[in-house]
């Protein structure tokens, strides 16, 4: 099952915090991008169309075509309800607009899980957290009961479970300062399996850097070395593992790494840039002090 997402985190974005994977959120732009524009190019097209049946059949009276076409033009107009409406309401300012408009689209369907999630994504950029977590709660239930189903379901919005178990996890991590319920989540999320390279390597990236601020540094080390990541992504991991060899008492191989992380980017040995850019808690900018003096 899957979506797109993005508050702080989605309406498809977030705070990785470890600062590794960011430029893979490019692609999502992109491709919201074309998916909106393909759906002006429907909506001019079937316009386009309409217009010449009615020039090119006169014989057709007004009743046969909202006959014909009114279907058609009512699930368009919902359609950009869905899809577009809610983060063109966020882009100009007016998230509580979005977030009224998924309530009625909830109320009008009890079972609207996508309503659920995207609704929970707004409240999550709101900092309504309590109510953020009520609604991906719900959308995973509804997620849950929609997968046992053995029939297909048609006009029916698939997403993706283990992107709202990333959320919550952030949500958790981020907002609640909460670093066990986080690593539960992401868990939770990996524990489905889903065939979304992506979302997984978000997921164990970011339950590693919660394993690593909650001190459970061997942990942090197996996910850190089973991401399968280049280039720049790589080497943001680079100072984490740094951090996590000098829990574990491995201090000359923290000391390497870290040296390597200095090459690469010197705001490594800045603890204000640490802390106020990368939002390191204290647990991380203690063991980045502990480097530095070594």
């Known amino acids: 099952m899957l979506v797109n997402n993005d508050p702080k985190i989605a309406i498809v974005g977030g705070r990785i915090g470890v600062g590794a994977l960011t430029d893979r959120y490019f692609h999502f732009k992109v491709l919201r991008q074309r998916l909106y524009n393909l759906f002006l190019l429907e909506i001019s097209l079937l316009s386009i169309v309409s217009i010449l049946i009615y020039i090119t059949h006169p014989e057709l009276n007004s009743d046969v075509y909202l006959i014909l076409f009114a279907p058609i033009e009512i699930l368009v107009a919902l359609a950009f309800l869905?899809?577009?409406?809610?983060?063109?309401?966020?882009?100009?300012?007016?998230?509580?607009?979005?977030?009224?408009?998924y309530s009625i689209m909830i109320r009008l369907n009890h079972n609207f899980g996508f309503g659920y999630y995207q609704r929970g994504l707004l409240r999550h950029n709101l900092e309504d957290f309590d109510?953020?977590?009520?609604?991906?709660d719900r959308a995973l239930e509804i997620a849950k009961t929609k997968a046992a189903q053995p029939l297909l379901q048609y006009f029916s919005i698939n997403y993706s479970s283990a992107l709202i178990?990333?959320?919550?996890g952030d949500l958790y991590r981020y907002s609640k300062q909460d670093s066990r319920q986080a690593i539960l989540e992401y868990n939770s999320g990996l524990a489905l399996k889903e065939d979304q390279?992506?979302?997984n390597s978000l997921l164990q990236t970011r339950r590693g850097y919660a394993q690593l601020v909650n001190g459970n540094y061997h942990e942090a080390l197996l996910d850190f070395d089973h991401l399968q990541l280049?280039?720049?992504?790589?080497?943001n991991l680079g100072p984490l593992k740094a951090?996590?060899?000098?829990?574990?008492g491995s201090h000359e191989e923290a000391?390497?790494?870290?040296?390597?992380a200095l090459a690469t980017n010197p705001n490594y040995a800045n603890p204000t840039w640490l802390r106020d850019t990368l939002l390191w808690p204290e647990s991380l900018l203690l063991l980045a002090s502990q480097l530095q003096t070594t």
């Open 131 to 136: 109510r953020a977590l009520q609604d991906y």
């Open 165 to 168: 178990h990333l959320n919550k």
């Open 197 to 199: 390279p992506v979302i």
């Open 230 to 235: 280049k280039g720049k992504m790589a080497a």
């Open 243 to 248: 951090l996590a060899y000098q829990g574990l």
């Open 255 to 260: 000391k390497e790494r870290w040296k390597q």
């Open 82 to 101: 869905i899809f577009f409406l809610g983060p063109a309401l966020v882009k100009i300012g007016k998230p509580q607009a979005a977030e009224r408009l």
